[in-house]
């Protein structure tokens, strides 16, 4: 691993933000890693711990180009399966990244449909998920043991939640390293199932895939492997309902000049949400992607 | 300066923006640094080495904030000379900072005299340049320092010139490090008053205040403590037309996921619209601020 090409997290000490707010914050954003997102460190170390020479998967998103990415790194071929109604700098990006895309056209059949179809085609390739795996939670944890690394420790770490690989890479990495930092995730309230399964104590899915502006977050459930970590190591689940969300990013944009992805500021949107939780508590919070079209920006913003 | 609080510059390495112009380009930006540009070096410089406890300076941009904040910092009082028509976020921003706004109507008053009425109100009070003044040069230096410690050298640092303290102060600062990375500027075409300067081999001055959309560039003419460092030390300034201006943000937002304001991006301008002059050689590009506004911003994506 000392040779892996992760690139360390940025910390930005947001002073305004941190004013305005009442809490002192301090964001590490993940959006100027390989590929724009956290997504990185998890494809990487899938793509350089399995055997496999091609690696498939399904995403529409951060997991895929950064999939493309780590496997053009490591002399890999990598095949993402996308919807046909993705936009096209997202096919762009994948395919600038080295990555072969496969457009499916969900009206007909589902991603996962097609993943089998071409797993089949394709015996010799690994199916990676971009959450659901051991491997892409010890990817994360490289992330939980660089906030260990910040002395003093922070209080607590506010990360969003989708499928869950992030914060239980972060608890993961962060109390291998005995750190006792604690861990609050944050979730589109359109998006609610982990804050429902840390009340029910039992893993809760979404009756579809929700419509949230937070596109990174729009999983049906938890991961299984996320789950087991998160029942015991998440501290909350802290809900955002979208305008908080929108409210995060342009508070980012206004406060701190970090341009970050819907997804990326569900963290602060926590922050906003429930002020009274975080006062007086150092709170680092992490920006875990910066991918977003200029024009869904610009709605947000204006 | 072991206690400064300046903050390191944050360096980003831009792959995909590398790929797109066929030049290994590193971001060296400020947009992270207090108040959201390198104006910070120069007013903290300035605020605590001067004996005075009262700073009065004329700034409608990043200065008058760096100032305030600056000031804040050392327990003095400062007062920030603003035209009337600055932007209400503008202003906000200065009195957050712990800055007195003197709003001035430039259409009866100059800020100039306005900055003389209030020198004679506030005896004691040091008059700050912004840009023409040693302490200025010095404070900027700090980011030259910076940049000579990254190894191997860079071939070329390209930075945004408008009074041309940033660029002296980097010069000073590579120098008296020993490195002997070259320096370019990169200057609106529309305010190409130091290019006409180093044709000519004197300082020349535009007539008017230029209008280009890069504002922390609308200055008259270079200062002249900044030309004696500048007349030598740069190797050229590339002029960028308002049209790559804007495709620098552009390609900011949509490759490296930064933030810049206009005259930020001035230096990747320049790599577009002379991208034979950089080929094949490591390139720094220094992105000076991000502060801009959202509706600007915005503008200029869409």
Redesign the interface.
């Known amino acids: 691993l000392n040779h892996t090409p992760v690139?360390p997290t940025?910390f930005?000490?947001a002073?305004?933000l941190s004013?305005r707010i009442g809490t002192d914050v301090v964001l590490a954003s993940e959006?100027?890693q390989?590929t724009?997102s956290f997504k990185f460190r998890a494809a990487y170390h899938v793509a350089c711990s399995v055997g496999h020479d091609h690696i498939l998967t399904a995403s529409s998103g951060n997991f895929g180009q950064a999939m493309a990415y780590a496997c053009r790194l490591l002399g890999k071929r990598s095949t993402i399966v996308m919807p046909s109604t993705s936009a096209q700098?997202k096919v762009d990006a994948v395919r600038?990244y080295g990555g072969a895309v496969e457009l499916v056209d969900v009206r007909t059949k589902s991603r996962a449909e097609r993943v089998a179809e071409l797993a089949s085609q394709y015996p010799e390739a690994y199916v990676a998920s971009a959450y659901d795996d051991d491997l892409v939670i010890e990817g994360n944890a490289s992330l939980g043991e660089e906030l260990a690394d910040v002395e003093p420790w922070f209080d607590v770490v506010v990360a969003p939640v989708g499928g869950g690989g992030l914060t239980a890479g972060i608890i993961s990495g962060l109390r291998r390293s005995g750190c006792t930092t604690r861990v609050i995730g944050a979730e589109p309230l359109l998006a609610n199932d982990a804050a429902r399964s840390l009340r029910e104590g039992r893993l809760v899915a979404n009756e579809l895939e929700p419509q949230t502006i937070a596109d990174g977050a729009r999983t049906v459930s938890l991961g299984e492997r996320n789950w087991a970590i998160l029942n015991s190591g998440l501290e909350a689940v802290v809900e955002v309902d979208e305008d908080h969300i929108m409210e995060a990013v342009?508070m980012l944009?206004?406060l701190?000049?970090?341009?970050s992805e819907p997804t990326g500021a569900l963290g602060v949107g926590a922050l906003i949400s429930q002020p009274q939780r975080f006062k007086g508590q150092r709170v680092c919070c992490v920006v875990s992607g910066?991918?977003v079209d200029?024009?869904v920006?610009?709605d947000i913003?204006?």
Chains 1, 2 share one sequence.
Not at 256 to 259: A, E, F, R, S, V
């Open positions: 690139r940025t930005i000490a002073r305004r004013e959006t100027f390989h724009g700098v600038e342009r944009f206004c701190t000049n970090l341009k910066g991918n200029p024009s920006y610009c913003l204006s």
